[in-house]
């Protein structure tokens, strides 16, 4: 049996849309695929995404951290995601 939600899962969207080099949006980590099926998700299936999103961006920070020469983006240095992670 499923339990019921009261409350749906906000998007992750801030507004940032600009896609990398991977296809991921760089505001919020999703794939294309995430960002436009979001609403036919279930509840169970969003939060996975922002599981998955969470990963992307700590790969992302760390792949940075390893290579200091690579230049980064405002938007990655002060990414208003983190505020729902």
């Known amino acids: ?6 409350f749906s899962v906000p998007s992750p969207c801030v507004g940032v849309c600009t896609v ?3 296809g991921y949006c760089q505001g919020c980590m999703r794939k294309r695929e995430e960002r436009f099926g979001w609403l036919d998700m279930t509840p169970d299936q969003q939060r996975h995404v922002i599981k998955l999103c969470q990963q992307r961006y700590k790969r992302k920070m760390a792949k940075n951290k390893l290579n ?3 230049k980064t983006s405002a938007i990655e240095l002060d990414n208003p995601q983190q505020d729902l992670f």
């Open 68 to 70: 200091p020469d690579q």
């Open 1 to 6: 049996m499923q339990q019921l939600e009261f």
């Open 20 to 22: 990398d080099e991977k």
